[in-house]
């Protein structure tokens, strides 16, 4: 009874341990079992006593039976770890302490075991291990090291990645008093000192991009963090990272650098470069295209359009284009445009504008280059002039030279009929009348020669300056040279023109040309009335013109149109119409640069224009 | 050689109208030889010669250069009368200029009468053999 007695005492005690603890025989059943290992294992209470430990967990393992058996033989065994599944989990891990159990007289009489559930142990342990890998890799991947400094060791510690950046050996062991030589004397080395001080003093913490020099010499960009760490308020240490910036930093140094060299030769370009966006609103222009829209700086010309700076047809073809070109994805090649802005400059441009394509292929707007060929265009007209002016001279040369030849000819002619003639007369009074005729001839050939000699003086003769001279004085004094004349016909002259008006003009051709359309104006007047010559001025391009109109007879110009201005052309049936006036008239004026037309109505009248080159 | 009825003369030169006249006395015979200042008195002249007498010119010698109505426009409206016989023109001129000769044959080709292109000064002997009435 007593030992029953001792038997309950001792399963009450043992009911009650803090730790879950079974007693096992020989026979590996249970004789004892605190209410703990009951509850850790999840056997029902009553069904544990007596039981084989064998049958109450349905596995054991090979290491943990061996170790019953080596606890059996005296032996105290070693932590073991088993793995065995519930219903909530299907990893549950307990770990296991077996010791002999002794009776008074020292003989095993069993095992004792303590049990323990680590199944959260375990889980964190590896978890820690993942994150500790996850770290690891992060780390070599972003290039980022970490560091640690100890306040109360005085140590710092690197990790591997930190050593690599520094690309010094694995086996490095850093020290605080040193570790500020690695970073570049100046700013880099000053700032970090700085900043240490401050976190350790003030708790400030500091992210800082600096350069350092390695181990092996390179120069490294490098951004450095530091926190400090605070135990019971006072400060134990700094923990921070450590990363290599350096391809980044040059990275974005290059990337820089070729974005100013574009954007330098962008601006220099001799040539107007911009982007449209698919509204034709510019989206980039530069420098020589500010200048052109007469702008400083680029933001005022963003967001517009050509309707902002051209006038409104000429923005409208341009649009059009831009259109063509976004909507076909077919370039436009330089093409000859001129532009004219709202101020009414003109400017020609050899106009390319190119589709321009997203990454994804679609077409996002335009990139028009407009090289300016004002210059080209001006000299092109400047030689279409010369060309003009040149085809004229030979024109008048070639002109002249027949008529030269046509006039001289008649004469030599005459001559050798007539001395032919000469030569076989017998009659004496014949003779002498050919010999007179001779004389006739000879005398007009000298007032050819004559004549010519006058044509060939105007349009030779560069020595005569061009004077600025008032027209109205000229007018007056060639109107008193013929002033007997004009009294004799009772003919009159209205002057429209202005005293202060003035012409360019080489005086003498001046005096030539009125004496020779005054005159023609009264020779061939009308019958039915007195002549009257109305004088105006009128400016046109570039050239004053003084128009002469007469009431006179007029002359039909679809029929003598071509020969009016003609060498010994005559229209009139007048004895005095030698033929020449109209044509010196034509010649001089031509000389002075300007020109001479007419119109003319038979029976009413004639207006002779003459345009005077106000330039040179 | 038969005699010719009527030769004119249209030339503005009186020494050229004086040599054809002289030569054509010496070397051809004629009934009456009318001359004429420009193109304008001559071509009156022979439409006055068609409503009246009908005797119409066999030959002309016709000038180019003449005042209010040159050669060529003569021409143009000598081509365009009623004549049905032809009339041989000799156009005679000082002119070396290559548009004369293209409008000589411009008008030969438009016209049934027979024109010839005679360069300054026609000699003696030439005289007869261009003064030979055309068919």
Not at chain 1, 199 to 210: D, M, R, T, V
Request: aromatic share 8%; with cysteine.
């Amino acid at each position: 009874m007593l030992k029953r007695s001792q038997i309950d005492t001792n399963n009450y005690l043992i009911k009650q341990l803090p730790k879950a603890t079974a007693f096992l025989n020989e026979k590996l059943e249970v004789v004892y079992a605190s209410d703990l290992w009951v509850k850790d294992f999840e056997f029902t209470n009553g069904k544990v006593i007596g039981q084989k430990i064998s049958d109450l967990l349905k596995h054991i393992s090979g290491d943990l039976q061996k170790d019953f058996k080596e606890c059996l033989k005296g032996k105290i065994g070693s932590r073991i770890k088993e793995c065995y599944p519930d219903k909530d989990n299907p990893k549950n891990w307990t770990e296991w302490i077996n010791i002999p159990w002794y009776d008074e007289k020292e003989n095993i009489i069993g095992i004792i075991v303590q049990t323990e559930v680590i199944t959260k142990k375990i889980n964190n342990d590896s978890n820690i291990e993942r994150l500790q890998l996850l770290l690891q890799e992060k780390s070599s991947n972003a290039n980022i090291g970490s560091w640690q400094y100890d306040a109360d060791l005085n140590s710092l510690w690197w990790c591997d990645m930190t050593k690599q950046i520094h690309e010094i050996d694995a086996n490095f062991i850093p020290k605080i008093e040193t570790c500020f030589d690695f970073y570049k004397e100046g700013h880099s080395k000053n700032t970090i000192s700085m900043a240490f001080f401050e976190a350790s003093e003030k708790g400030l913490p500091w992210k800082e991009k600096l350069q350092i020099v390695t181990e092996k010499g390179n120069e490294k960009w490098i951004v450095t963090t530091g926190k400090p760490i605070y135990k019971d308020d006072k400060c134990i240490g700094l923990v921070g990272t450590f990363r290599d910036i350096n391809e980044q930093v040059l990275t974005n140094k290059k990337t820089k650098e070729n974005e100013l060299l574009l954007r330098t030769l962008f601006d220099s370009l001799p040539l107007n470069v911009f982007v449209k966006d698919l509204d034709s609103r510019k989206i980039l222009v530069n420098k020589a295209e500010l200048n052109f829209l007469g702008l400083k700086n680029e933001s005022e010309a963003l967001g517009k359009t050509d309707f902002d700076f051209l006038n409104k047809k000429n923005a409208l073809i341009g649009r059009e284009e831009d259109i063509r070109v976004m909507e076909n994805g077919i370039p436009m090649l330089k093409k000859e445009t001129t532009n004219i802005k709202k101020d009414g400059t003109i400017t020609s441009f050899l106009t390319s504008k190119i589709p321009l394509k997203a990454a994804s292929g679609e077409i996002t707007g335009l990139v028009g280059i407009n090289l300016d060929i004002s210059d080209i265009k001006n000299k092109e007209k400047e030689l279409k002039n010369l060309i003009d002016v040149t085809s004229l001279q030979n024109k008048k040369l070639v002109n002249f030279a027949h008529i030269v030849s046509h006039n001289l000819r008649s004469h030599t002619a005459n001559f050798s009929m007539l001395l032919e003639f000469l030569v076989s007369e017998k009659d004496e009074k014949e003779k002498e009348n050919l010999v007179k005729m001779l004389v006739k001839a000879s005398d007009h050939l000298l007032e050819t020669m004559n004549n010519l000699n006058e044509v060939v003086v105007i349009n030779t003769n560069v020595n005569l300056k061009k004077k600025n001279i008032s027209l109205n004085k000229k007018i007056k004094s060639v109107e008193k040279n013929l002033s007997v004349f004009f009294k004799n016909k009772n003919a009159k002259i209205i002057n429209t023109i202005n005293d202060d008006v003035k012409i360019n003009v080489i005086p003498a051709y001046l005096d030539s040309i009125l004496m020779n359309l005054f005159t023609n104006a009264i020779m061939y007047k009308s019958p039915d009335r007195d002549p009257i010559i109305t004088l105006g001025t009128t400016n046109e391009n570039g050239y004053k013109i003084l128009s002469i109109n007469d009431n006179g007879l007029g002359i039909d110009l679809k029929k003598y149109g071509d020969k009016l201005f003609g060498m010994y052309k005559t229209f009139h049936d007048n004895a005095d119409a030698k033929g020449i006036g109209l044509f010196l008239t034509k010649n001089q004026i031509e000389a002075m640069g300007g020109k001479i037309t007419a119109s003319s109505e038979v029976g009413k009248g004639t207006t002779f224009n003459l345009y005077f080159n106000e330039k040179n | 050689m038969r005699k010719i009825n009527s030769i004119f003369i249209i030339d503005d030169d009186p020494i050229t109208v004086f040599g054809i006249r002289k030569m054509l006395d010496t070397n051809v015979e004629f009934k009456t030889i009318s001359t004429y200042g420009n193109g304008k008195l001559a071509i009156d002249g022979i439409k006055k010669v068609l409503n009246e007498t009908k005797v119409i010119p066999e030959v002309i010698f016709l000038d180019i250069n003449m005042p209010i109505m040159d050669g060529w426009q003569f021409l143009e409206e000598f081509i365009v009368l009623p004549i049905e016989e032809k009339v041989r023109i000799n156009i005679v001129t000082s002119s070396i200029d290559p548009a004369d000769y293209e409008n000589f044959k411009h008008y030969n080709n438009k016209s049934h009468h027979l024109i010839t292109f005679n360069t300054k000064p026609i000699k003696s002997t030439e005289i007869a053999a261009i003064t030979i009435p055309a068919e």
